[in-house]
């Protein structure tokens, strides 16, 4: 990756120079913050989960905010709203069975487990099996060299050699079913190796496995997405049951677990010479939830087909029940995000007083917390052409408990919209940090990644480490995140005051750029996914 120093030197062309009276501190309306985020998170909202009315009647306040704003409607026909339809699949308790040749019978749960796809309720694969380690294909390292995985079920391993940069390793890690589809295999067989086992113990995986609901978006055309059509069913098996697949091969379990130990991880792709049946059977239900879209014209008819996109989800994960009488149920994520949309709304308040260059579409999306869903959807399916999207900024769960004094800005040195994260970091005299965690690969696990999946530039927003911050950070993750406690008094209103000017200033600048946004020449996901390159200097 190209550090933030020669990223800038890189694109200081691009830099629009922003004007004096620009830098005086935003108008931010701290009143409106506070009563967005109240009505967002209160107990009525239900915990926002996608497909539940709590989460309808927060995205029927966010349209008639939008409205009230003077925002254009620019989701389904003349509506405000684009309707997704969420697919979720479970296993079926019966139907699901594994049998291995020359393994004897197998227990559920116990020697294996059996996970569907969205694409087919049912059905039956045999197929031999192959394996091919990290099912990695990148620069000096190819997984697929010399298998045939075509009709087959690859038989892989959890995670990826250490010199993987921490962003790429997360791409990798999750678009693995993917290569496998794209390498012709109708099936995936994870192993249970001894670094799998310290992360997530075989009993463990099992148990959530068997109770557990996935989810998925369906097209306008009836089909389910995967983004891997060919993979109808996915297994894991147990350590024991690891070992037993690999007994007898030059390449053996205790190899596998010396192999995973070291920095490299070299493993050889063989086929297993056995061949597997699954029976697969799953439960679908499909509901509906809705992105909310308003769009704010640019004012300048030059780049009125050139679009950003700011982007925060709405949905949180809803009411959980539990045994004990009294208890509170409702997991209203005040942090997580209600405090994203109150400031995306802000901003598009500010960005509707001074229009920007370009148009800016401004969405609060469904089903983040189910996989990145609703952005997924949108990115696939805009409600304008595709090809005039030209940069995402996105919020998600700034924690705004504390006097922040530096920010972090995900993926902003990997294209064109670094100098401008840089001069609204300046303009408010704060602190650009790096990432303090690149081994989390957070670039890729919000709703930004959607899109830059389509090879649109992106940055998301969060704050830094500095002056308390690691401290104040942890003790929400540890005690609040994905809890009831996640209530409206942990929100510091003058931090989040000071967060939603400094995002304005970013998307700001970001729709006011001289020329379109663009990744840098060589970046892995401009280069990946096809997007805008910059032309060097």
């Known amino acids: 990756m190209l550090n933030r120093l020669t990223a800038a030197l890189l694109c200081a062309t691009?830099?629009?120079?922003?004007?004096?009276?620009?830098?005086?501190?935003a108008d931010v309306d701290r009143e409106a913050?506070?009563?967005?985020?109240?009505?967002?998170?209160?107990?009525?909202?239900?915990?926002?989960?996608?497909?539940?009315?709590?989460?309808?009647?927060?995205?029927?306040?966010?349209?008639?905010?939008?409205?009230s704003l003077g925002m254009e409607p620019a989701g389904d026909g003349d509506s405000f709203f684009q309707n997704v339809t969420l697919r979720s699949y479970r296993p079926a308790e019966e139907g699901n069975v594994v049998s291995i040749e020359g393994m004897g019978e197998l227990a559920a749960f116990e020697d294996f487990y059996v996970l569907g796809s969205p694409i087919q309720e049912s059905g039956t694969i045999e197929a031999p099996l192959v394996f091919i380690g990290y099912g990695l294909d990148i620069p000096g390292r190819d997984d697929f060299a010399g298998v045939d995985l075509e009709g087959a079920v690859a038989v892989r391993v959890y995670g990826g050699p250490d010199d993987l940069e921490g962003e790429e390793a997360a791409h990798l890690a999750s678009t693995i079913d993917q290569r496998l589809s794209d390498h012709g295999a109708v099936g995936m067989l994870l192993l249970r190796t001894p670094q799998l086992e310290e992360m997530f113990n075989w009993e463990q995986t099992a148990r959530v496995v068997q109770n557990r609901r996935s989810m998925t978006w369906v097209g306008p055309d009836g089909l389910a997405y995967t983004g891997a059509d060919n993979i109808l069913v996915s297994a894991g098996v147990s350590p024991e049951l690891s070992r037993e697949l690999l007994a007898g091969h030059d390449f053996d379990y205790d190899d596998l677990a010396e192999a995973e130990a070291t920095?490299?991880?070299?493993?050889?792709?063989?086929?297993?010479?056995?061949?597997?049946?699954?029976?697969?059977?799953?439960?679908?239900?499909?509901?509906?939830?809705?992105?909310?879209?308003?769009?704010?014209?640019g004012s300048d008819p030059?780049?009125?087909?050139?679009?950003?996109?700011?982007?925060?989800?709405?949905?949180?994960?809803?009411?959980?029940?539990?045994?004990?009488e009294g208890d509170d149920e409702i997991y209203n994520g005040a942090l997580d995000n209600a405090v994203g949309v109150a400031s995306m709304i802000e901003v598009a308040r500010l960005l509707k007083q001074t229009p920007a260059r370009r148009p800016v579409l401004v969405l609060a999306l469904t089903a983040e917390e189910k996989g990145l869903l609703g952005s997924s959807y949108n990115a696939a399916n805009p409600t304008v052409p595709a090809d005039q999207v030209v940069a995402n900024v996105n919020l998600d769960m700034p924690v705004a408990t504390y006097d922040f004094t530096d920010v972090v800005a995900f993926g902003a040195e990997r294209s064109t919209l670094y100098p401008q994260v840089v001069a609204a970091a300046e303009e408010y005299g704060l602190k650009l940090s790096p990432d303090p965690q690149p081994e989390q690969g957070f670039f890729t696990r919000s709703d930004q990644y959607s899109y830059v999946r389509n090879g649109v530039p992106a940055v998301y927003l969060d704050l830094g480490f500095a002056n308390g911050g690691e401290e104040a950070q942890g003790e929400v993750y540890e005690e609040h995140y994905h809890a009831p406690s996640?209530?409206?008094?942990?929100?510091?209103?003058?931090?989040?005051?000071?967060?939603?000017?400094?995002?304005?200033?970013?998307?700001?600048?970001?729709?006011?750029?001289?020329?379109?946004?663009?990744?840098?020449?060589?970046?892995?996901?401009?280069?990946?996914?096809?997007?805008?390159?910059?032309?060097?200097?």
């Open 486 to 537: 996640d209530e409206i008094d942990l929100v510091d209103f003058s931090a989040l005051e000071r967060f939603t000017a400094v995002n304005y200033a970013i998307a700001r600048n970001v729709a006011n750029m001289a020329q379109t946004p663009a990744w840098l020449p060589g970046d892995f996901f401009g280069t990946t996914y096809g997007g805008r390159i910059a032309a060097e200097d």
């Open 302 to 324: 030059s780049v009125a087909d050139e679009y950003v996109i700011l982007t925060a989800h709405l949905d949180h994960v809803g009411i959980r029940p539990t045994e004990e």
């Open 33 to 67: 913050l506070q009563r967005d985020t109240a009505v967002l998170a209160a107990d009525d909202m239900e915990g926002r989960e996608a497909g539940t009315r709590g989460h309808e009647r927060a995205a029927g306040y966010v349209a008639g905010r939008f409205a």
């Open 14 to 25: 691009a830099v629009l120079a922003v004007p004096a009276a620009a830098r005086n501190a």
């Open 263 to 297: 920095g490299k991880a070299e493993m050889p792709s063989f086929a297993l010479g056995r061949t597997i049946r699954i029976d697969f059977a799953s439960e679908f239900e499909d509901v509906s939830s809705p992105n909310v879209i308003g769009k704010l014209p």
